[in-house]
T-cell receptor, first 114, second 115 residues
Framework: AQSVTQLDSQVPVFEEAPVELRCNYSSSVSVYLFWYVQYPNQGLQLLLKYLSGSTLVESINGFEAEFNKSQTSFHLRKPSVHISDTAEYFCAVSDQGGSEKLVFGKGTKLTVNP | NAGVMQNPRHLVRRRGQEARLRCSPMKGHSHVYWYRQLPEEGLKFMVYLQKENIIDESGMPKERFSAEFPKEGPSILRIQQVVRGDSAAYFC?????????????FGSGTRLTVV
């Protein structure tokens, strides 16, 4: 069985500050990794994903995440956040070659203050 | 190209009533997934369906919950005799056939309130 731990339930930061949202996973098999973002009263939007290849993946709006197999982590980072980045961020894992279901962490609420 | 459409957006039911949640996948997507989000929790997998087939229902409660994805029409998640603990946001996602994994697209969800 797989599990995902998001260590911080809430992260407040000031605008233009850097941010890191932490995600650790547990799995006995190789995995795919995802970050989703949820704005208030909306569905989840895929932010970025790691399937294979380069361990550093980037999104179109400046977020990046690095897959670290030895530390079983997939932390999300952004060097300078905007007010509009305020949302809840979910890390998710799926096993390679198995059922196409995702196991989600409990989420991290990022609040960007002016 | 419309995204994943879920309706209704909000649903209020009294205890003991039935709730029917609908999901129309994106055009060209033949795989549908249902997830439930309880307050202060992440999403929990419920069921994975393809047209006319339930592929994985390991996350579905054993009683009162059922899901279908008929040959024609939307996927339906049905909750019979609702209880207060069923209050949650229910999200549907879809993906295309094949192993293009990571292609989940989520709908905006149905927020069920049981009073």
């Amino acid at each position: 069985a797989q599990s995902v731990t998001q260590l911080d339930s809430q992260v407040p930061v000031f605008e233009e500050a850097p941010v890191e949202l932490r995600c650790n996973y547990s799995s006995s098999v190789s995995v795919y990794l995802f970050w989703y973002v949820q704005y208030p009263n909306q569905g989840l939007q895929l932010l970025l994903k790691y399937l294979s290849g380069s361990t550093l993946v980037e999104s179109i709006n400046g977020f990046e995440a690095e897959f670290n197999k030895s530390q079983t982590s997939f932390h999300l980072r952004k060097p300078s956040v905007h007010i509009s980045d305020t949302a809840e961020y979910f890390c998710a894992v799926s096993d390679q070659g198995g059922s196409e279901k995702l196991v989600f962490g409990k989420g991290t609420k990022l609040t960007v203050n002016p | 190209n419309a995204g994943v459409m879920q309706n209704p957006r909000h649903l209020v039911r009294r205890r003991g009533q039935e709730a029917r949640l609908r999901c129309s996948p994106m055009k060209g997507h033949s795989h549908v997934y249902w997830y439930r989000q309880l307050p202060e929790e992440g999403l929990k997998f419920m069921v994975y369906l393809q047209k006319e087939n339930i592929i994985d229902e390991s996350g579905m409660p054993k009683e009162r919950f059922s899901a279908e994805f008929p040959k024609e029409g939307p996927s339906i998640l049905r909750i019979q005799q609702v209880v207060r603990g069923d209050s949650a946001a229910y999200f549907c996602a879809s993906s295309p056939p094949g192993r293009d994994f990571g292609g989940y697209t989520f709908g905006s969800g149905t927020r069920l309130t049981v009073v």
